[in-house]
């Protein structure tokens, strides 16, 4: 793992809300009330891209809950509809993917032109139950980056052990053709500079898993600590902008909740 110059503040955004998510799962008791917090995060993730070292950065963390606006980890939402089981929202958040050609190593990548982060707007959903949490949304590309779908499901189920509680989950992501062609598709004219083979991506779904550890040290402060491993899609492993079957990722924190 390395730390260096080449650090993307998408995949250190990604891993925040990760943690906020397990922050919201670990407070998830029917009737409790989120809080906000502030802090600060180290976070580290291996792209999928050749060539692409692992990045280990340090991120702000900020997260606010408000009667009807919320910010967690990077996603601003608006509250339509809330019980002490089920909470609906407007969502609008970053697509945590991005692709800067001097970032990698790889002479041929070196060639191809950058991907953005895109914008994305759409609808979530999050019930708590005695049984676990079930959370997920729906997103639309609205910043011009050819469109498409995004979307995501995760179960998840706090286990307390003593002062620490343990969130395993699961969950699966979906992208459309147009997401996954804008970040992992080669063009015409990329193949004709790079060598690589043309390429257009479909559609795909990445299963991934992740386990959240959630640690209070007294009234406000609180540590956290998060792994994930996403099983690339194959729309994504078959593009020639890809290396390996999976991508892993992991972030430490603490926050100051009020």
């Avoid at 895109?118 to 708590?128: D, F, I, K, N, Q």
């Avoid at 600590?225 to 690339?232: E, G, H, M, P, V």
Wanted: glycine share 10%; hydrophobic share 40%.
């Amino acid at each position: 793992m390395q730390i260096g110059s080449r650090k993307t503040a998408a995949a250190g955004i990604a891993l925040i809300g990760l943690l906020a998510s397990g922050s919201l799962l670990a407070q998830a008791a029917p009737g409790a009330k989120p809080r906000s917090s502030v802090g600060l995060a180290v976070a580290a993730q291996k792209s999928p891209y050749a060539g692409y070292d692992t990045d280990v950065l340090p991120v702000p963390v900020i997260n606010y809950e408000g009667r009807k606006f919320h910010f967690r980890g990077g996603s601003v939402g608006y509250t339509l509809f809330n019980t002490d089981r089920t909470e609906v929202s407007l969502l609008a958040s970053p697509y945590f993917m991005r692709f800067k050609h001097k970032d990698t190593d790889d002479v041929q990548l070196r060639q191809l032109s950058n991907r953005s982060l895109s914008a994305m707007a759409g609808v979530a959903v999050r019930h708590t139950a005695p049984w676990g949490v079930l959370q997920g949304n729906v997103q639309a590309e609205v910043s011009g980056h050819g469109g498409g779908l995004a979307a995501d499901a995760k179960y998840a189920y706090p286990i307390p052990t003593g002062r620490v509680t343990l969130i395993p989950g699961v969950g699966a992501n979906y992208a459309s053709s147009s997401l996954n062609d804008y970040y992992f598709g080669v063009s015409t004219e990329e193949a004709q500079r790079s060598g690589l083979a043309r390429y257009r991506a479909g559609s795909g779904v990445a299963p991934y898993m992740d386990l959240t550890a959630f640690m209070p040290l007294g009234p406000h402060w609180t540590a956290t600590a998060s792994l994930r491993r996403t099983l690339l899609s194959d729309a994504v492993k078959d593009s020639p902008m890809t290396v390996g079957n999976h991508m892993d990722s992991a972030a430490l924190a603490l926050t100051y909740g009020f």
